[in-house]
């Protein structure tokens, strides 16, 4: 049953179809072939299923900034042959229509196709497409160094010398390793696994009493993982950030805590669903959260490929995995059922984790490797955080931290040696580019910095140069102060027509103000604010202000006595702080106190897998940290309808600001 292309139906899951007014049985679903360009890759696919999961299945990661609502047009694709069934009203303009462009995510296969995938419509995997927050030059192993803490890593190797068998001393061969290693220094009780009980005998005496074991040392007991035969190959530990979009790993050389590699790419389960939300509901359907677990298992293993490949190691070689991502991310890998991280009132299966082996989680490294999970705080506040905090070593510093993740919830936390707080913003993902018309990821073509000259024009800086396609969080940042300072807008965020009347244009609700002019990028689009945008923006950094005050006010504290302030997260490294304190979403705080950590994520986890002791402060952090139930929190919604202004209702908060006003 072939229907028209691009007419507007709703679409049961269950084998209707409703046309119009009619009703179309369809008794038993068919297959269809899609194919794809550039690329011609040819995928089957059941009739009813989305053009956008068609692609994924094809290896084409379409760009879903709204999760598929139809409403970002960042999935639009060109049908070049064949027809689809539109579910819902397209965002589409009358020409693109005409030129045979539909949304993916809306369009459903009811028969074969040829599909164009315009470049702008996919997530690149290029390099540079992606957020650079790896920083090649840290060296873990000296970081922990300089804390005064051995470099005593999660697996180890460790060479003993065992007495041969005699008439006198015909005790087992592992009671004998066994007193070779507790005068060694390590812990009782050891233990091994059957595999290595198996080989031990041959082993030993193959190599004359000459072992080189690889352990897992801990204060209640060593366990002996493996028996290695070569001498010259080294062990190495994977650290892993599992983002909501990103993945990040970087590969340490075990002995001396130096990074020998590091990678990154986008989370594979983006087709099914942008942000935590979207992610969970696909976790509800047939087969969704094993199909979810599939995704991000799969993607971490091509990150291992590459970094095998990029060190002429082998995978035999990475021994050990700790790894940090979000409550739901670190469910998601582990394929544990996310559905109450999202319902009232809001609790995760589990915040910390038991110790783990790559087999377990079904990673194709040793089956032995042990693999730690950072431990979460609650269902908003999550593995992440707490490696972050590690990383950052709030939880050491006698100095007051603000700690601020500018990812989807905004996560907060502040503290010292003495107390940890932290709370989740409900910050909602505009600064990630959803929500807002023409938001984009940090990603190639993103307009990430708004800057205005003498007269007042608005000059826009582009990752990689080259047309813009959209404008990311740190461009948003930029643009709402720029608009603010040059009159544009009014503190409420309202459009000022007067000043710019050949920009702004419509009315209301309407109101959109033109950044970017047609022509000036490679189709006919247009990069607008408009004061939805606005709206969206300000209760964005109105919720992360409102989280930092709520925290400051539990505590007793007021913001003058922040004494250092990081930032980590996605778009923290393009952000401007200047831009952010003048639209009052972090406090006026002298700038000197200001600074970013890159992915703090991903540098805890190096640590924790590095470091014993580190390992110990990761759980402590969880267990330490206060955490601040936003949604009912006392006083709370008060502090974010005082911050639904620029920058603030009471502008005494914002001494700096004021002055240039
Ligand atoms: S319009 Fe298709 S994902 Fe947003």
């Known amino acids: 049953m072939h229907l028209p292309h691009r007419r507007e139906y709703c679409f049961p899951a269950v084998g209707v179809l409703y046309g119009g007014h009619e009703a179309l049985k369809v008794t038993k679903f068919k297959n269809y072939l899609i194919q794809f360009f550039p690329g011609g890759v040819k995928v089957e696919v059941e009739e009813g299923s989305s053009l956008l999961e068609a692609a994924r299945r094809a290896g084409y990661l ?33 020409k693109e229509r005409a030129q045979n462009y539909t949304l993916a995510c809306l369009a459903r296969i009811t028969g074969d196709l040829e599909v164009r995938i315009p470049s702008k419509s996919e997530f690149s995997f290029s390099p540079e497409a992606l957020p650079t927050e790896l920083s090649p030059g840290e060296h873990p192993g000296r970081e922990i160094t300089s804390l005064s803490l051995p470099v005593d890593p999660l697996v180890r190797v460790l060479q003993v010398q065992v007495p041969v068998a005699t008439q006198q001393d015909n005790a087992s061969d592992f009671d004998r390793l066994c007193r070779a290693l507790t005068k060694s220094g390590l812990s009782e009780p050891i233990q091994a696994d059957l595999s290595v009980l198996r080989r031990l005998p041959s082993f030993l005496r193959e190599n004359k009493g000459t072992l080189r074991l690889l352990l897992k040392p801990g204060p209640e007991g060593t366990e002996i993982l493996d028996l290695w035969q070569d001498s010259k190959i080294n062990p190495y530990g994977m650290a892993l950030d599992i983002g909501t979009t990103t993945l990040f790993a970087r590969l340490l050389e075990l002995s001396s805590g130096e990074v020998a590699a590091e990678t990154s790419d986008f989370n594979w389960q983006i087709p099914c669903g942008t942000d935590i939300i979207h992610r969970i509901v696909h976790a509800g359907k047939p087969d969704g959260l094993k199909e979810l677990r599939r995704l991000v298992v799969d993607a971490t293993e091509s990150l291992v490929d590459q970094m095998v490949k990029d060190t002429h190691t082998t995978r035999d070689q990475i021994v050990a995995v700790v790894l940090a991502g979000n409550a739901t991310m670190e469910h998601l890998f582990l394929g544990i059922e ?286 330490r940290i206060t955490y601040f139930e936003l949604s009912t929190w006392p006083g709370y919604m008060d502090e974010f309808m005082a911050a639904l202004f620029l920058p603030h209702t009471d502008i005494s908060l914002f001494p700096s600001v004021q002055g240039r006003q």
């Open 62 to 94: 379409l760009r879903t900034e709204c999760g598929g609502r139809g409403t970002c047009r960042r999935c639009k694709v060109q049908i070049q042959a064949g027809e689809v069934f539109t579910a819902g009203i397209p965002n589409l303009s009358v």
């Open 338 to 623: 996310p559905r109450f991280i999202r319902e009232d009132p809001y609790t995760p299966a589990v915040t910390r984790f038991p110790s783990l082996t790559a087999a377990q989680i079904g990673l194709n490294l040793p089956p032995f490797a042990p693999v730690v999970i950072s431990p979460c705080v609650a269902s908003y506040v999550g593995g992440d955080i707490t490696a972050g905090l590690l990383a950052a070593g709030v939880h050491r510093d006698e100095r007051l931290t603000l700690y601020v993740d500018l990812g989807t919830n905004g996560e907060v936390a502040l503290g010292n040696r003495d107390f940890l707080t932290a709370c989740a913003c409900s910050a909602g993902p505009a600064f990630e580019g959803s929500g807002v018309r023409s938001g984009m990821r940090a990603l190639l073509g993103a307009i990430d910095q708004v800057q205005s000259d003498p007269k007042g024009q608005l000059l826009f800086r582009v990752i990689g140069g080259g047309s813009p396609q959209g404008i990311c969080g740190s461009g948003l940042i930029d643009l709402l102060a720029q608009l603010h300072a040059t009159g544009r807008i009014t503190a409420r965020g309202k459009f000022n027509r007067e000043a710019d009347p050949e920009r702004i244009r419509g009315a209301g609700r309407r109101a959109e103000l033109l950044l970017v002019n047609t022509g000036q990028m490679d189709d006919s689009s247009e990069i607008v604010i408009s004061e939805t945008d606005l709206d969206n923006l300000i209760r964005t950094k109105g919720a992360i202000f409102a989280g930092i005050m709520t925290l400051l006010k539990g505590v007793g504290l007021e913001a003058s006595a922040i004494q250092r302030v990081v930032i980590a997260g996605g778009f923290g490294r393009y952000l401007d702080v200047e831009s952010a304190i003048r639209i009052g979403m972090l406090p006026d705080l002298p700038r000197n106190r200001f600074e970013y950590i890159g992915n703090g994520s991903l540098r805890g986890a190096g640590l924790a897998l590095l470091s014993g002791r580190l390992r110990q402060e990761l759980d402590e952090i969880s267990r």
